[in-house]
């Protein structure tokens, strides 16, 4: 998310970070995006009896802020077909391998385990699967023979760094 804001503040970039919301009261991107003069809102799914009404709530937030395009950066929640489909083609995700293999959770760990000799993180339009959606762009990086879970995800945090904000761009301009 830091990596997107920084990069919407180009003057050139086509894109501006309108909103950060935040499904966690103390997730660590509500502070960095409010010290980045983002604006800022948690909506708590925990308030909510059910998904339906904590995503009812999401797209209407999304709507008062005009937000054209959402770009899922940590935000670890599966979301309901309605709610993809009221996004559908303005919803990006990134992902921590390179899809289609290792969808989920834990994919550095398991790129390993696997004896994969590269891994990355690839940008997806969010579709009603996990993980499932059109691949824009993937970015790879090898693994070594003496890498460990936290190590790859130091190489692909870099790398998703890179590629996120210049995918971004790309989306962005096409919606013009």
């Known amino acids: 998310m830091v990596a997107l804001v920084e990069a919407a503040q180009a003057k050139n970039?086509?894109?501006?970070?309108?909103?950060?919301?935040?499904?966690?009261?103390?997730?660590?991107?509500?502070?960095?995006?409010t010290a980045l003069g983002i604006k800022?809102?948690?909506?708590?799914?925990?308030g909510f009896k059910t998904r339906k009404a904590f995503e009812q709530v999401m797209d209407k937030v999304l709507r008062e802020h005009d937000v054209e395009l959402i770009c899922n950066a940590g935000f670890m929640r599966i979301l309901s077909p309605w709610f993809v489909r009221k996004?559908?083609?303005?919803?990006?995700?990134?992902?921590?391998?390179?899809?289609?293999?290792?969808?989920?959770?834990?994919?550095?760990?398991?790129?390993?385990?696997?004896?994969e000799i590269e891994h990355g993180c690839t940008i997806h339009y969010v579709d009603e699967g996990m993980d499932t959606g059109a691949i824009i762009a993937q970015s790879k990086v090898y693994i070594s023979s003496d890498d460990t879970s936290g190590t790859l995800a130091r190489k692909v945090l870099q790398q998703e760094h890179i590629l996120y904000p210049a995918v971004l761009k790309t989306v962005a301009k096409s919606l013009l």
């Open 40 to 46: 800022t809102i948690c909506v708590d799914h925990k």
């Open 13 to 33: 970039y086509p894109a501006e970070i309108v909103l950060v919301i935040s499904n966690r009261p103390n997730a660590d991107g509500i502070a960095k995006a």
């Open 87 to 115: 996004w559908l083609g303005r919803q990006i995700n990134i992902h921590p391998s390179l899809l289609p293999k290792f969808k989920g959770l834990h994919t550095h760990a398991r790129a390993i385990e696997a004896g």
